[in-house]
């Protein structure tokens, strides 16, 4: 079983910056590759970013591309997520998953964390 724990959200004014951070309980974090998701009210679970085992390969959806960058420490069992030039459309709940594969579908993790709320003011 991982836990896995959001962190860093807040509200921010459009233009601004966020890192979110997500700590992992394992022992074995580097077995996982990490992704990022958000979910804004009425919409459906969205991919964010995805980063592999290693931290030597990351992807992130077109929406977010050059302004999001994922990234990982393994020795810390911490996954983050630097979010700049924020729009008001960033504005939802992120969650970090941890799955055996860096893909972009949501099935593809197994755990979840409780999420972190962004809110970025126009």
């Known amino acids: 079983q991982v836990q896995l724990v959001e962190s860093g959200g807040g509200l921010v004014q459009a233009g601004g910056s966020l890192r979110l951070s997500c700590a992992a309980s394992?022992?074995?974090?580097?077995?996982?590759?990490m992704g990022w998701f958000r979910q804004a009210p009425g919409k459906e679970r969205e991919f964010v970013a995805v980063?592999?085992?290693?931290?030597?390969?990351?992807y992130c959806a077109d929406s977010v591309k050059g302004r999001f960058t994922i990234s990982r420490d393994n020795a810390k069992n911490t996954v983050y997520l630097q979010m700049n030039s924020l729009k008001p459309e960033d504005k939802a709940v992120y969650y970090c998953?941890?799955?055996?594969?860096?893909?972009?579908?949501?099935?593809?993790?197994?755990?979840w964390g409780q999420g972190t709320q962004v809110t970025v003011s126009s």
């Open positions: 394992t022992r074995t974090f580097s077995n996982y590759a």
């Open positions: 980063i592999g085992r290693s931290g030597g390969s990351t």
């Open positions: 998953a941890a799955g055996h594969y860096a893909v972009v579908a949501g099935t593809g993790y197994h755990y």
